[in-house]
């Protein structure tokens, strides 16, 4: 017994020696745990709970085809190839070349941009849907990302379907310069574009969401959904810190904290979504369950949408 209990005991301080001396990324990647509230948690706990701990309710960073398979009625979704202009027309070098990062990010990810656009239902309403890989450069915007919200925009209008975007990332990419900048004032046009159509324009904010895409398509939506916990800011509490010379509140720019300001209208638990969604979308579709047939064939509900939102 003893000798079990000692067995145990040195094994856990190899363990929380190997945590001490950090793990690199690769080793972390490889291993079965993730180190969380209560320690250890099994990565297999966490991915069956919707990628979110089952103790602390921390939500984990998913993949494009993770969020939607939680997003869309029983997980069913069709995917769209989108437009991708011509890479690095800077020829940006810093660091690493950019050309190089690119490579590696769709070697990691299996993307040719940091967004993948889906179409698939919510509570049996038919919705377009956008979410992003943070294993794509950070989920950052460039011109590649501006393309994939511009057609989401368009096929939500054609289709008339609701738009809704999961919103996460640092900014617009900086080793594109003004072009990822340029994507600002570009998804706020389509955003428009979606709503002068009177289609519901819902924001799902997934830690973090800042800079430019704070400043742009992802505070425009007509309801914005937060998962707990996550950061929703412009410039970053750091920045904000050194210059205001004061010392932040520990909630500052949690979705929590910007939800008590009226920055957002839900913090949301992300295996509570597609519920709220759907929820929400029959309200603002002015029905109880409409079928895409509904959606598709009458114009009049939705339309009464733009008057009222
Ligand atoms: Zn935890």
Redesign the pocket.
């Known amino acids: 017994m003893v000798n079990w209990l000692n067995k145990v005991i040195k094994a856990g301080e190899r363990i929380k020696a190997a945590i001490r001396k950090r793990a690199t990324k690769e080793e972390l990647a490889k291993s079965d745990y993730v180190s ?3 320690g250890l ?1 099994s990565k297999k706990e966490i991915a069956n709970n919707f990628h979110t ?1 089952p ?4 939500h984990f960073k998913v993949t494009p085809s993770e969020r939607f398979g939680y997003l869309f009625d029983s997980g069913i979704y069709e995917t769209f190839k989108t437009p991708i202009p011509k890479d690095d027309p800077l020829g940006f070098v810093a660091v690493k070349a950019y050309k190089d990062q690119l490579k590696s990010a769709r070697k990691k990810t299996g993307l040719d941009c940091s967004m993948v656009v889906a179409s698939g239902e919510i509570n049996k309403i038919k919705c377009t849907a956008v979410a992003s890989d943070w294993e794509f450069l950070g989920s950052s915007i460039e011109a590649a990302e501006g393309e994939s919200i511009l057609f989401a925009a368009f096929h939500a209008i054609e289709n008339r379907q609701p738009l809704i975007i999961v919103a996460q990332g640092g900014g617009m990419r900086m080793q594109a310069s003004m072009i990822s900048l340029s994507q600002m004032p570009r998804t706020t046009l389509a955003i428009n574009e979606v709503k002068a159509a009177g289609l519901p324009y819902i924001v799902i904010m997934s830690d973090p969401v800042a800079g430019g895409i704070t400043a742009s398509y992802a505070m425009l939506g007509d309801i914005h959904i937060a998962e707990p916990g996550a950061t929703v800011a412009f410039a970053g509490k750091r920045v904000i810190s050194g210059t205001v010379k004061e010392e932040l509140p520990a909630d500052f720019q949690t979705s929590e904290a910007v939800l008590k300001a009226g920055f957002i209208d839900r913090v949301c638990h992300r295996k509570d979504i597609n519920e709220e969604i759907g929820k929400l979308l029959s309200i603002l579709l002015k029905k109880n369950s409409i079928s895409t047939e509904d959606i598709n064939e009458t114009s009049e509900d939705t339309q009464q949408i733009s008057k009222t939102a």
């Open positions: 969380c509230c209560k948690v701990c103790y602390c309710s921390k």
